[in-house]
């Protein structure tokens, strides 16, 4: 796990000149890892895993590199590389579970496996044949959790998982995001502390829009970083 395989230097990303989202952010995964990202509403957490998807084109940066190979984020031999579950997701809608599935699968050139145990982990098993817009919103997001962790793409995004779901799947979530490092390296971003504390194996703290604080493994305490994100009733 020493050296880098996904780098970004100095971000900087707006949605007027006036007025910068995110501002000089830096960010190093390296193979194999859970990364925390965590910062409190508006801090530009989704903003920026939007920038990572390839789905906000206001940004600039000095550089981007995945497997040491410069890289275009909207580029096809990115795309396969990486999946996003954002917190709110309304793509899709007249999708069935299954037909969205295939979808995916179909465009990253992979065959569908086994997803009775993701299913299953998810209490999903009654909504496999209902259209996405008729779904609970907790619903919707185990859609796209089950086919993140079925994908198993070498980078995952996840904003704000926890957001919706019930106690038993965040809890089977948060063994799936254990068990992922096996397959490749997750960003998860939250403002739910506890999901960050027991989820990652280094924090970054993002506020207006800079990360301002990093911890490392073997320093990542609940008291330490709700004091760098100024706010003591952060749960």
């Given at each position: 796990m020493e050296a880098s395989f996904f780098t970004i230097k100095h971000l900087n990303a707006w949605?007027?000149?006036?007025?910068?989202?995110?501002?000089?952010?830096?960010?190093?995964?390296?193979?194999?890892?859970?990364v925390g990202l965590i910062g409190l509403n508006g801090a530009g957490k989704t903003t920026f895993l939007k920038v990572l998807s390839g789905l906000f084109s206001n940004f600039h940066s000095k550089g981007i590199w995945f497997s040491n190979r410069l890289v275009n984020l909207r580029g096809e031999d990115f795309k396969t590389c990486?999946?996003?579950?954002?917190?709110?997701?309304?793509?899709?809608?007249?999708?069935?579970?299954?037909?969205?599935?295939?979808?995916?699968f179909s465009a990253y050139g992979k065959e569908l496996p086994d997803l009775s145990e993701l299913i299953k982990g998810f209490h999903f098993e009654e909504n496999r044949d209902i259209l996405l817009k008729d779904l609970s919103t907790g619903s919707r997001k185990k859609v796209f959790l089950i086919t993140a962790f079925a994908l198993?793409?070498?980078?995952?995004?996840?904003?704000?998982?926890?957001?919706?779901?019930?106690?038993?799947?965040?809890?089977?979530?948060?063994?799936?995001?254990?068990?992922?490092?096996?397959?490749?390296?997750?960003?998860?971003?939250?403002?739910?502390?506890?999901?960050?504390?027991?989820t990652s194996d280094r924090v970054l703290v993002l506020e207006k829009g800079t990360i301002q604080k990093?911890?490392?493994?073997?320093?990542?305490?609940?008291a330490d970083i709700r004091e760098a994100l100024h706010y003591e009733n952060t749960i």
């Open positions: 949605y007027s000149r006036e007025k910068m989202v995110l501002s000089d952010v830096s960010l190093e995964l390296k193979e194999q890892e859970v990486r999946y996003t579950v954002f917190d709110e997701d309304h793509s899709f809608q007249y999708f069935t579970f299954q037909e969205y599935l295939t979808y995916v198993k793409p070498r980078l995952l995004f996840l904003d704000e998982p926890v957001n919706g779901l019930d106690f038993e799947s965040t809890e089977y979530l948060y063994q799936q995001v254990a068990e992922y490092k096996k397959y490749g390296t997750i960003l998860f971003s939250s403002h739910i502390l506890e999901s960050i504390t027991l990093r911890f490392e493994k073997g320093e990542i305490y609940a």
